[in-house]
């Protein structure tokens, strides 16, 4: 039974991660129409930022921060130069383009800090466990990770929901031209959009990369996870997002721990130590397909919000 | 009356004469990495080919047809594990598993339409990973060295490289020329009308569904070709194999060479893996030509050049390679 709470944690910060990164992806989706496969590359340097400036700086959130910012400024550089051409085009077109990217970041980032791959190192004081509940401990940093998207998460939509860019961000999304009409400064707007989900997304891989490790390719196969999150959760729905985000977290870590367990019992003991991250990675496509194709739109279609 | 000596035509006879002549320049000067080089070219062409048929003709993007190469490969491969090596059996299974994985996939994602297509189709793209990957006995992760090639018996030795050179080539051909006949055809021209309006193709009485499922299932099946040959080729399988960055590949193939052309996926297959060989070298050149010598770390970081390009050509020459040759009178 604890050890089912430690995995629902595990689970959500799982999902807490997914939502950072689908969240940005989903807005850039659902408000320019982009399919943006080089989301996950800004993912690898926001944690490449950060792992950079911890060490310049000797301070973990010093370095997050100077992180945040160049990769917000990377996020916008990268739309006006590469992006905006991309607006309004088909959805190959953006795969194709944005997959020039994902290999240009690859190699760049390759160049720059070389092939070995990079580590955080947490503060001290946050490699300590916390008891959550009687009994029950959990590493404080993980827990800070879920509770500062959280955070995250509110003023997303306090940002979205409650502001005037934010009303704009959502007019932009259903009627572009009558925004653009109205005079209000589109291109801008898609560039703050851009830069925002970079920032998120850069975000995402800051705070995972203590966790992990720091290195190229990291934000590939998260990045088809993200995706497959936002087409669970409806395009364009950031309250979707969130939810599908907890939804695939606690699956793909739930099918991790128990299903190999699972497949022991009925086969040998390697073959479910080996088949367990096959299946549960099959459990969240098999998920994805049945909304697609019992529900299209998404579990939480934006139009309906 | 049709003119037959365009640049264009001009261009793939040239291509061709090259691709048939490769094995006797090789056998001149002793070179047979071109030999290996250009089988693998040849053989990722016909799965570009395969791909073209359902995205430049059909309109179906899909986003996950390196699996049908990973399923024709574990097919021979795990088949030779467990000691048929006979390509009789080998290769008629890959094929019909190939066949029978696109009807599914079809059948459900061909429900669906536009981003959610692309999604879907490489949704299970990655269920197919993910299930090599947990694949044990059959190498796992690290995927598993095929000892034999298949055996034809007395008919045709795979083991010997021009041989096997010819094989592929007269594959692509075939499928080249199959995919030519079929994109002529009545049921073509069908596919190809509900690309461009599929309400209106229903509307005169069409079941559209069928005709692209079909569609879908005979470029699975190629593919899955493709993959038995890459198998054989390699002599190795791995999940990498369908890593769903491959199936990105396969596009950047089918739109460099020009989409909805049926030979365009032949010449951006060709492009892309020799422009993969030849820009580190092409880099090196270009530094001692500035600097006055080469920068032989420069050589390391040819994909530097290589995403930006395709986004270029995205941006700026939609009509891929072949449009280029074609000139404007393409759309």
Same mark, same amino acid.
């Given at each position: 039974?604890?050890?089912?709470?430690?995995?629902?944690?595990?689970?959500?910060?799982?999902?807490?991660?997914?939502? %950072?990164?689908?969240?940005?992806?989903?807005?850039?989706?659902?408000?320019?129409?982009?399919?943006?496969?080089?989301?996950?590359?800004?993912?690898?340097?926001?944690?490449?930022?950060?792992?950079?400036?911890?060490?310049?700086?000797?301070?973990?959130?010093?370095?997050?921060?100077?992180?945040?910012?160049?990769?917000?400024?990377?996020?916008?550089?990268?739309? /006006?130069?590469?992006?905006?051409?991309?607006?309004?085009?088909?959805?190959?077109?953006?795969?194709?383009?944005?997959?020039?990217?994902?290999?240009?970041?690859?190699?760049?980032?390759?160049?720059?800090?070389?092939?070995?791959?990079?580590?955080?190192?947490?503060?001290?004081? /946050?490699?300590?466990?916390?008891?959550?509940?009687?009994?029950?401990?959990?590493?404080?940093?993980?827990?800070?990770?879920?509770?500062?998207?959280?955070?995250?998460?509110?003023?997303?939509?306090?940002?979205?929901?409650?502001?005037?860019?934010?009303?704009?961000?959502?007019?932009?999304?259903?009627?572009?031209?009558?925004?653009?009409?109205?005079?209000?400064?589109?291109?801008?707007?898609?560039?703050?959009?851009?830069?925002?989900?970079?920032?998120?997304?850069?975000?995402?891989?800051?705070?995972?990369?203590?966790?992990?490790?720091?290195?190229?390719? /990291?934000?590939?196969?998260?990045?088809? %996870?993200?995706?497959?999150?936002?087409?669970?959760?409806?395009?364009?729905?950031?309250?979707?997002?969130?939810?599908?985000?907890?939804?695939?977290?606690?699956?793909?870590?739930?099918?991790?721990?128990?299903?190999?367990?699972?497949?022991?019992?009925?086969?040998?003991?390697?073959?479910?130590? *080996?088949?367990?991250?096959? %299946?549960?990675?099959?459990?969240?496509?098999?998920?994805?397909?049945?909304?697609?194709?019992?529900?299209?739109?998404?579990?939480?279609?934006? *139009? *309906?919000? | 009356?049709?003119?037959?000596?365009?640049?264009?035509? #001009?261009?793939?006879?040239?291509?061709?004469?090259?691709?048939?002549?490769?094995?006797?320049?090789? #056998?001149?000067?002793?070179?047979?990495?071109?030999?290996?080089?250009?089988?693998?070219?040849?053989?990722? #062409?016909?799965?570009?080919? @395969?791909?073209?048929?359902?995205?430049?003709?059909?309109?179906?993007?899909?986003?996950?047809?390196?699996?049908?190469?990973?399923?024709?490969?574990?097919?021979?491969?795990?088949?030779?594990?467990?000691?048929?090596?006979?390509?009789?059996?080998?290769?008629?299974?890959?094929?019909?598993?190939?066949?029978?994985?696109?009807?599914?996939?079809?059948?459900?994602?061909?429900?669906?339409?536009?981003?959610?297509?692309?999604?879907?189709?490489?949704?299970?793209?990655?269920?197919?990973?993910?299930?090599?990957?947990?694949?044990?006995?059959?190498?796992? !992760? !690290?995927?598993?060295?095929?000892?034999?090639?298949? !055996?034809?018996?007395?008919?045709?030795?795979? @083991?010997?490289?021009?041989?096997?050179?010819?094989?592929?080539?007269?594959?692509?051909?075939?499928?080249?020329?199959?995919?030519?006949?079929?994109?002529? @055809?009545?049921?073509?021209?069908?596919?190809?009308?509900?690309? @461009?309006? !599929?309400?209106?193709?229903?509307?005169?009485?069409?079941?559209?569904?069928?005709?692209?499922?079909?569609?879908?299932?005979?470029?699975?099946?190629?593919?899955?070709?493709?993959?038995?040959?890459?198998?054989?080729?390699?002599?190795?399988?791995?999940?990498?194999?369908?890593?769903?960055?491959?199936?990105?590949?396969?596009?950047?193939?089918?739109?460099?060479?020009?989409?909805?052309?049926?030979?365009?996926?032949? $010449?951006?297959?060709?492009?892309?893996?020799?422009?993969?060989?030849?820009?580190?070298?092409?880099?090196?050149?270009?530094?001692?030509?500035?600097?006055?010598?080469?920068?032989?770390?420069?050589?390391?970081?040819?994909?530097?050049?290589?995403?930006?390009?395709?986004?270029?050509?995205?941006?700026? #020459?939609?009509?891929?390679?072949?449009?280029? $040759?074609?000139?404007?009178?393409?759309?």
């Amino acid at each position: 039974m604890l050890y089912l709470i430690e995995q629902c944690l595990n689970g959500m910060q799982l999902g807490m991660l997914l939502f %950072l990164l689908a969240a940005g992806l989903t807005l850039i989706f659902g408000i320019m129409d982009l399919v943006n496969l080089a989301h996950g590359s800004l993912y690898m340097l926001g944690a490449y930022f950060a792992a950079t400036f911890v060490e310049l700086t000797d301070s973990f959130l010093a370095g997050i921060g100077l992180g945040l910012g160049a990769t917000l400024v990377a996020g916008i550089v990268l739309e /006006m130069i590469a992006i905006r051409p991309l607006y309004g085009r088909d959805h190959l077109d953006h795969v194709l383009g944005t997959f020039g990217l994902l290999i240009f970041f690859n190699e760049f980032v390759r160049l720059i800090w070389g092939p070995a791959g990079l580590t955080i190192s947490l503060p001290s004081q /946050m490699l300590t466990a916390v008891q959550v509940l009687p009994g029950v401990y959990y590493p404080l940093y993980r827990l800070v990770i879920i509770l500062t998207t959280l955070v995250v998460a509110l003023l997303l939509y306090i940002l979205v929901m409650r502001t005037r860019i934010g009303m704009l961000i959502r007019a932009g999304a259903s009627n572009r031209e009558m925004v653009g009409a109205l005079g209000v400064n589109i291109k801008l707007l898609y560039t703050l959009v851009f830069g925002l989900g970079a920032a998120l997304a850069g975000f995402a891989g800051m705070i995972q990369a203590p966790l992990a490790f720091v290195q190229i390719g /990291m934000g590939e196969n998260i990045l088809i %996870l993200a995706f497959v999150v936002i087409i669970i959760g409806g395009i364009g729905s950031i309250r979707g997002a969130f939810v599908a985000a907890i939804i695939v977290g606690l699956i793909d870590t739930m099918g991790r721990v128990f299903l190999p367990d699972l497949v022991r019992h009925f086969l040998s003991y390697s073959a479910g130590s *080996s088949a367990g991250p096959a %299946l549960s990675s099959m459990l969240i496509y098999t998920l994805m397909a049945l909304v697609l194709i019992f529900r299209p739109e998404g579990l939480f279609p934006a *139009s *309906s919000k | 009356m049709k003119v037959w000596l365009t640049p264009r035509n #001009a261009f793939v006879v040239a291509l061709l004469a090259v691709l048939a002549l490769l094995p006797v320049y090789s #056998a001149l000067t002793g070179n047979t990495f071109m030999v290996t080089l250009f089988t693998r070219i040849i053989i990722l #062409a016909i799965a570009a080919v @395969s791909l073209n048929l359902i995205m430049g003709f059909g309109g179906m993007v899909s986003f996950g047809h390196a699996a049908y190469l990973g399923i024709g490969g574990y097919v021979v491969g795990i088949l030779a594990k467990e000691g048929i090596d006979t390509g009789f059996i080998q290769w008629p299974a890959a094929l019909v598993l190939s066949g029978l994985f696109a009807l599914g996939v079809g059948a459900l994602s061909l429900r669906t339409r536009g981003v959610y297509f692309i999604m879907i189709t490489l949704a299970f793209a990655q269920m197919v990973y993910y299930i090599a990957n947990g694949l044990d006995r059959y190498g796992g !992760d !690290d995927g598993l060295t095929i000892q034999r090639r298949s !055996d034809f018996g007395g008919l045709i030795n795979l @083991s010997n490289r021009t041989v096997y050179y010819y094989l592929c080539l007269a594959l692509l051909l075939a499928t080249v020329y199959f995919v030519w006949r079929m994109v002529k @055809s009545r049921f073509g021209l069908v596919i190809q009308g509900s690309r @461009s309006n !599929d309400r209106r193709m229903r509307a005169i009485g069409f079941s559209t569904f069928r005709y692209k499922l079909t569609c879908f299932v005979i470029a699975g099946v190629l593919c899955g070709l493709s993959g038995v040959l890459l198998a054989n080729h390699t002599n190795f399988i791995s999940p990498a194999l369908m890593h769903w960055t491959r199936s990105g590949d396969l596009i950047v193939m089918a739109v460099l060479g020009g989409m909805g052309t049926v030979f365009g996926p032949v $010449i951006g297959a060709v492009a892309l893996l020799v422009l993969e060989e030849t820009l580190p070298h092409l880099i090196g050149f270009v530094s001692y030509v500035l600097i006055g010598k080469e920068v032989v770390a420069a050589k390391e970081y040819w994909q530097l050049i290589l995403g930006p390009m395709l986004l270029l050509i995205v941006i700026y #020459a939609r009509g891929g390679i072949e449009g280029l $040759i074609a000139g404007s009178r393409r759309g």
